[in-house]
T-cell receptor
């Protein structure tokens, strides 16, 4: 398997623009997670899905953030409108049941 | 609420020396415990995990960790550090069901030759 795939790897955008981050989990995994990593706050769980259904979105910082998982092989994290404080590395991870989470390489987002 | 404390932000060790990275957790039930490693510009990779059974667990790259319930600790160890071990290490705790992990702040390991 190719592992968790994220795109784009780097994104530079201007404040106010919409940003969409994409993730393809490992085939057969039933959990998908979105994390944000910053120097100040470390690694934070934003939202996670089980069998394409959002289970816990308590980590989503505000209404500007939304996540979807239309099928078992694809998920998006959208920020609209983006702000400079959203600059971070966003990771997607997937897992099978309660076993280890496999992380993607991350998307480095810079909002100017 | 679950929490993980990694008291050391940075650690520097000489190549060939032994290593211990500390992790303390707070969790109301039997925890699932993990250590992940992150190299610069990369995602996190699992080093080892503890679910139950033997409290000393072996992982990849020669790492091991010991679960001590009485101390709420899960410290990571390696007998001889290699320069390639320089990275950031994260301890995480999770529940048996739900799969939600809480990560510590991380410890950056520097290896000097």
């Amino acid at each position: 398997d190719a592992g968790v795939i994220q795109s784009p790897r780097h994104e530079v955008t201007e404040m106010g623009q919409e940003v969409t981050l994409r993730c393809k989990p490992i085939s057969g995994h039933d959990y998908l997670f979105w994390y944000r990593q910053t120097m100040m706050r470390g690694l934070e769980l934003l939202i996670y899905f089980n069998n394409n259904v959002p289970i816990d979105d308590s980590g989503m910082p505000e209404d500007r953030f939304s996540a979807k998982m239309p099928n078992a092989s694809f998920s998006t994290l959208k920020i609209q409108p983006s702000e400079p404080r959203d600059s971070a590395v966003y990771f997607c991870a997937s897992s099978l049941n309660v076993d280890e989470q496999f992380f993607g390489p991350g998307t480095r987002l810079t909002v100017l | 609420a679950q929490s993980v404390t990694q008291p050391d932000i940075h650690i520097t060790v000489s190549e060939g020396a032994s290593l211990e990275l500390r992790c303390n957790y707070s969790y109301g039930a039997t925890p699932y415990l993990f250590w992940y490693v992150q190299s610069p510009g990369q995602g996190l990779q699992l080093l080892l995990k503890y679910f139950s059974g033997d409290t000393l667990v072996q992982g990849i790259k020669g790492f091991e960790a010991e679960f001590k319930r009485s101390q709420s600790s899960f410290n990571l160890r390696k007998p001889s550090v290699h320069w390639s071990d320089a990275a950031e290490y994260f301890c995480a705790v999770g529940a048996r069901y739900g799969n939600k992990l809480v990560f510590g702040a991380g410890t950056i390991l520097r290896v000097k030759s």
